[in-house]
T-cell receptor, first 110, second 119 residues
Framework: QKEVEQDPGPLSVPEGAIVSLNCTYS??????FMWYRQYSRKGPELLMY????GNKEDGRFTAQVDKSSKYISLFIRDSQPSDSATYLC??????????FGQGTRLTINP | DAGITQSPRHKVTETGTPVTLRCHQT?????MYWYRQDPGHGLRLIHY???????DKGEVSDGYSVSRSKTEDFLLTLESATSSQTSVYFC??????????????????FGEGSRLTVL
């Protein structure tokens, strides 16, 4: 079992919709959870990170961690065409090594 | 801008030939990483380095070797390229310091990627 599992999609929604992206992870010891965004033909960039459990909000983006079910989510409100990208969840696995999910390709249609 | 440069950005080669990809950073950060990205697999760690001449294997290290003789350069070598190594390769660095620590934020800074095709 991979440490982090993510539905690769693709996911296509109309502009203005609320988007929900999800990952599951295997090890309850993981404490740091990240979401990266990757535009086509570019390197990934950190979008948000959370420590332990709970919610973290940044503008239209909310990251949520449910440690009891080992589930991490990213919500995008009022989605825009510029949000079209691949979103990757990630965890830190010792010695500053990141383990990534498969990535979900998201398209926001005008 | 974390000052990461990858070269070459694109390369087409034939099976059995050696290939070296270079990652160069301008800020003397200690940790450097090589990932590969393939459809359905996301980003997978190949090798990483935590200092000059200090390297370790990642999840998919078979068929790859690395070297770090200078802080600023991290080289990834495919001794004898195979078609299964056709991929996009990303170099990344992590940041340490008083104000910002990748260990606390999980923030890696990635290069633009090197697209390798092995025929």
């Amino acid at each position: 079992q991979k440490e982090v599992e993510q539905d690769p999609g693709p996911l296509s929604v109309p502009e203005g919709a609320i988007v929900s992206l999800n990952c599951t992870y295997s090890n309850s010891a993981f404490q740091y959870f990240m979401w990266y965004r990757q535009y086509s033909r570019k390197g990934p960039e950190l979008l948000m990170y959370t420590y332990s459990s709970g919610n973290k909000e940044d503008g239209r983006f909310t990251a949520q961690v449910d440690k009891s079910s080992k589930y991490i989510s990213l919500f995008i409100r009022d989605s825009q065409p510029s949000d079209s990208a691949t979103y990757l969840c990630a965890i830190i696995q010792g010695a500053q090594k990141l383990v990534f999910g498969q990535g979900t390709r998201l398209t926001i249609n005008p | 801008d974390a000052g990461i440069t990858q070269s070459p950005r694109h390369k087409v080669t034939e099976t059995g030939t050696p290939v070296t990809l270079r990652c160069h950073q301008t800020e003397n950060h200690r940790y450097m990483y090589w990932y590969r990205q393939d459809p359905g697999h996301g980003l997978r760690l190949i090798h990483y380095s935590y200092g000059v001449k200090d390297t370790d294997k990642g999840e998919v290290s078979d068929g790859y070797s690395v070297s770090r003789s200078k802080t600023e350069d991290f080289l990834l070598t495919l001794e004898s390229a195979t078609s299964s190594q056709t991929s996009v390769y990303f170099c990344a660095i992590s940041i340490t310091g008083q104000e910002r620590t990748s260990a606390n934020t999980g923030e890696l800074f990635f290069g633009e990627g090197s697209r390798l095709t092995v025929l």
